[in-house]
């Protein structure tokens, strides 16, 4: 706590607790993390991505007929306004699908027919829509900017097969819907991170869930956050081989460049989300014969490991969610969107805990410029610009 007179500068809020929240715990120092208290690797293990969504949003496991009704509306949700659907249709296909999901998302605040205002529940149902419907808008533009036509949702597959199957057309196997279903389990939440706290922000002015889901879509795609996994990929792609992964590594690492994947600032050890994607990689990798990828990766990270761990960086979420996605047929603009539908559930449930006890976030900035500056008509100011 600073006295009076002295000012203690916070840059990036590094080690700043702005709520106290029950939602996710992280243990940075021995690669833990909780969600509501159970570990993720739990989670990962016997848990679905609804059950996840129910538990992040509401706080507890739901019972049978919790769940069913939550998935109930979830489902009513699936398939986009027309207007939405015609919309997409009129983009370049080169947008990019983070930009084009952004504006879709502020865009189902148009059609909204109960508006977007109301209080707590009215903002919880307006964020289960979001995340019911925004995998059927990422697939529907992935598939728009082929030239082919959307494939509508099926009402009775869950959120991540359906997802794989409106992509393809056609359904997942077992195998891919189940890890599909744990990556979108390991991307639903994780604190008070860069996204989730422009959502917060948003909502503590008392805007809409809408707008608040839009600000941390617009957030999560920068390439130091949620747009990693995209880097990585392309970072190991560009690596080609297990033989010269040591070899460019320390070429990136002499450019001053950095190993995308890599670094946390929470996490100084490894990313337990890391643990669990790096073997569904491997899986992936040898079932579609894309092994030669995987184990490129695996040597890039052992390379980076090797120069990075002294310094506390090891690989986190982003390192191998790129492969795991790839090996889905997931094209690579699509990772930080397939993120963000995750993240969806994390970000719907941050921002109704903080609106449970809101307070408008409004912090300082340390004021270095001039003051008391002599106002000078425009034609007397002489030629130096003042700076
Ligand atoms: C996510 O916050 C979350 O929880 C995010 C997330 C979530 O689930 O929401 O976990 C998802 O965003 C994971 C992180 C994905 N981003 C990347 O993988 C991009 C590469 N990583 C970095 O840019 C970096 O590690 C950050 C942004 C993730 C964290 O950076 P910090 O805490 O701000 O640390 P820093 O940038 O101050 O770096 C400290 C030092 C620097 O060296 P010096 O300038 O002091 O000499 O470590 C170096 C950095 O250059 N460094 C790296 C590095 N990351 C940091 N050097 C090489 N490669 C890297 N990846």
Redesign the pocket.
Known sequence: MSSENTVVLHK?LDNVYVAESSICYIDGENSKLFYRGYSVEDLAQRSTFEEVAFLLIYGWLPKREEFEGFVRTLRESYTPPQEVLAWLKTLPSQAHPMDVLRTAISMLSLYDRQGVDGGLEANRLRGLRVIGVTPTIIASFARIRRGVNPVEPKMDLPIASNFLYMLRGTEPDAFDASVMDKAMIL?AE??M???TFSCIVTASTLSDMYSAITAGVATLKG????G?NEA?LKYIQSVGSPEKAAEAVDRT?AAKQ?????????YKNY?PRYMILKPLAKQLGERKGTLNLYLTAEAVERAAVER?SQ?K?FP???FYSGLVFNALGIETDLFTPVFAMS?NAGWVAHVLEYLADNRLVRPKAYYTGKLNSPYVEMDRRGDKVEG
Request: no cysteine; net charge neutral.
């Open positions: 990036g991307h994780h604190e991170n860069a996204s390439p130091l956050h949620g990693a990585a690492l950095r190993i995308m994947g890599f670094g946390h600032r929470v990313d990075l310094h960086l986190n979420v982003d993240r």
